[in-house]
């Protein structure tokens, strides 16, 4: 069959549901993920033919894109920060506005050349651990979830993108102590969190491939305590931070000042909240000084 055509079918099948342009992407991440074509491949070669037996996962992928599944999932692959990671369903697909967060910190840390100590809580697909330890590479990054399936997905991706993370499988919500194991007996220069922040209410706000395929684990809290997560990453970053160490978050964009009074409230400094490239409030981070510490325990 003319690869074209295929092309063609795609676009009848999804324009109405995706767009053209996205529809283009889909089909471009395909052929180049099933069949090693290049995107300019029509450019040059219009009259191009596969066969029958490579023509199979491109109908079997317009099969799920048709019910809304991610071209991430479907392919099992996502690009953040210029590299490639393994995605599944037991892991969120990593996103821009979260980029966005690990450029701040490589932008605050970039010149630094110290053995940087790092805790990205909620690792997920360890996106954010990796991509700092692959762009910091005298940083000892370390990678808490409570997802053992999640951790294997995170370790895989460690693995292909040939960096030494060291992950834990732990409850942030239910540490009776913040000294588990050996791992955190150590104080860390900077912890990083993108955890679950969507309230339940703001499902009707999301698309019907995010509630339907990512996991929800990673997604939702009660509405009642949005930021139960934030509260309980603060307060151990509040004990495991060194001094003038960093707290960042990626937060809920109707949360904004809530979050902020949050570190205030624990005696953070440096406040800084700041929006993604949407202009929704989507990022913050504050600075623990050692007399502040103090002042908290008093």
């Known amino acids: 069959m003319l690869l074209k055509e295929i092309k063609n079918i795609f676009h009848a099948e999804l324009d109405a549901n995706y767009g053209k342009d996205e529809v283009n992407s889909f089909f471009y991440m395909l052929i180049e993920h099933y069949l090693g074509l290049e995107r300019f491949i029509l450019a040059i070669q219009p ?3 596969i066969s029958k037996e ?20 479907i392919i099992g692959k996502a690009y953040f920060m210029d590299l490639d990671f393994k995605v599944n369903t037991s892991v969120l697909i990593p996103r821009p506005e979260t980029e966005e967060l690990v450029r701040w910190i490589l932008d605050d840390f970039s010149g630094n050349t110290a053995d940087l100590k790092i805790l990205d809580i909620g690792t997920g697909s360890g996106c954010i651990a990796v991509s700092l330890a692959k762009n910091l ?15 294997v997905v995170a370790k895989e991706n ?9 992950f834990i499988h732990a409850d942030i919500l239910t540490l009776a102590t913040f000294d588990f194991g050996l791992e955190l007996a150590l104080k860390f220069d900077i912890i ?23 996991p929800a684990l990673a ?23 060194t001094n003038k160490g960093v707290l960042y978050f ?20 440096e406040i800084e909240l700041r929006k993604d490239f949407f202009g929704n ?6 600075k623990l000084i050692n007399n502040q510490r103090i002042k908290y325990f008093k």
């Open 47 to 49: 009259e191009f033919i």
């Open 158 to 166: 460690a693995k292909l993108n040939n960096v030494d993370i060291e």
């Open 250 to 269: 990626e937060i809920n964009q109707y949360l904004g000042k809530e979050t902020h009074s949050l570190l205030k409230n624990q005696n953070f400094s």
């Open 137 to 151: 590479p005298n940083a000892k990054v370390f990678g808490l979830d409570v997802s053992e399936d999640a951790l």
């Open 192 to 214: 990083v969190s993108n955890p679950p922040y969507v309230r339940v209410l703001e499902k009707q706000e999301m698309k019907k491939n995010v509630l339907d395929n990512e």
């Open 54 to 73: 490579e023509e199979s996962p491109l109908f079997e992928a317009l099969s799920k894109l048709k019910l809304e599944i991610p071209i991430q999932y």
């Open 281 to 286: 409030d989507r990022m913050l981070k504050g």
């Open 219 to 241: 997604l939702f809290v009660a509405d009642d305590n949005p930021l139960i997560f934030y509260q309980k990453i603060t307060e151990l970053a509040v004990k495991k931070l």
